[in-house]
């Protein structure tokens, strides 16, 4: 099966779909904007943010999947702002 919207975050696989892609859910916005998670709909996306996501798109991680800690959104905004480095 295809990875959902083309974004495979197998292993050797999820630098390349996430950083410096556009999102589908929001044309014009990457999904990772490297050394800026303000502009990046994945953090977007895992904070909730009403003002850049969509109404009725699903909230990340998907329930029942519990949602990440404040110190795991914390390390995903770090390594944005940081320049999203693949390593």
Known sequence: ???IQGMSLAAGFAYTAVVGVDSLEK????????G???ASYLFAKITNDV???A????????PPAT???ATEKAVVKNWINQGALNN
Do not use: N
Request: no cysteine; aromatic share 0%.
């Open 1 to 3: 099966a295809d990875p």
């Open 27 to 34: 044309p014009g916005m990457l999904r990772v904007k490297a």
């Open 36 to 38: 800026d998670a303000a």
């Open 51 to 53: 003002t850049i996501i």
């Open 55 to 62: 109404s009725g798109t699903a909230s990340m991680p998907p």
């Open 67 to 69: 949602p990440l800690s």
